[in-house]
């Protein structure tokens, strides 16, 4: 079936049914006994606490960096004033949360990966199976659900750290005070801004945790194996992410003009 397909295209095909049928299985068990709160907490601590120094400094440098490049084109053009809500809008609506998701696609997502996939190769997972525990459970569940409540987390971490570091240019450079920046960025943000932008991470979340353990999970060919999908697992949780963020602005847009 499918023969006169390209090999590359009926592969994605394949992939996709393979992968929707995973997000199924996992849909169909998460709220069924036993849970495991003890594993959810650790990998909560791991994709979350352990992510959040990469994002702090990923955040900061990213506040800085966008200030500095904007500045002197606001300043040209005498609207230096609206500096504080551009930076605060941008990175709040779309900035925090696609970077602080394709970081964590590439630190979490090849992580569960490898890890899930080395589990694969040295038989662990069947070892799990034959003495009676369920590895999709243990292993699986507790991933996806620890990637999708922490995303949302590191996001407004990444925001904060971010608009501090523009706060610190806008600073030195302008004398800004901390008090008059921050009332200039939450004058102009608005629930419209920041309902969306959480709500977003959540699915990026969800997709980064979701490829990660498919990919480590359904992995084969021994240890070349885990490390295929550890870096197929990045591919395309950066993918899916974009791909996510734009049907959020798609339906964010069409939702303002209704």
């Known amino acids: 079936m499918f023969t006169f397909l390209p090999k590359h295209l009926k592969q994605y095909f394949i992939t996709t049914a393979e992968l929707s049928q995973f997000a199924m299985r996992f849909f169909l068990v998460v709220f069924k006994p036993p849970y ?5 907490l650790k ?10 120094p ?4 990923t955040g ?5 960096v966008l200030t ?22 941008s990175i709040v609506r779309e900035i925090g949360p696609v970077i602080t998701a394709l970081i964590c696609a590439g630190k979490v997502g090849s992580s569960i990966g490898a890890e899930l996939g080395s589990m694969k190769v040295t038989e662990q997972i069947d070892a ?13 569940v507790t991933r ?7 995303l949302p987390v590191l996001v407004v971490f990444a925001d904060i750290i971010s608009l501090t570091g523009s706060f610190l240019v806008e600073n030195i450079k302008g004398g800004v005070g901390w008090t008059l920046y921050f009332n200039q960025v939450f004058t102009n943000l608005q629930f419209s801004d920041i309902i969306p932008s959480v709500g977003k991470s959540f699915f990026f979340g969800f997709a980064i945790g979701l490829v990660g353990c498919y990919q480590g999970y359904c992995s ?26 734009f049907l959020a602005v798609l339906v964010a847009d069409i939702f303002y003009e209704l």
């Not at 495991?36 to 959810?40: C, N």
């Not at 084969?220 to 963020?245: C, H, I, P, R, W």
């Open 68 to 89: 500095l490049q904007s500045r002197p084109t606001l300043i040209e053009f005498g609207a230096e004033s609206w500096m504080p809500s551009m930076v605060g809008i």
């Open 54 to 57: 990469l994002v702090g400094i």
């Open 60 to 64: 900061f440098i990213m506040g800085v």
């Open 36 to 40: 495991e709160f003890e594993e959810l």
């Open 128 to 140: 799990m199976e034959v003495s009676g525990n369920n590895p999709f459970k243990y292993l699986v």
């Open 43 to 52: 990998q909560s601590y791991r994709i979350g606490y352990q992510s959040l």
């Open 220 to 245: 084969e060919k021994g240890t070349e194996g885990v490390g295929t999908a550890a870096n197929t697992a990045v591919v395309m949780a950066s993918m899916l992410v974009f791909m996510l963020d």
């Open 144 to 150: 996806i659900l620890a990637a999708t409540l922490m």
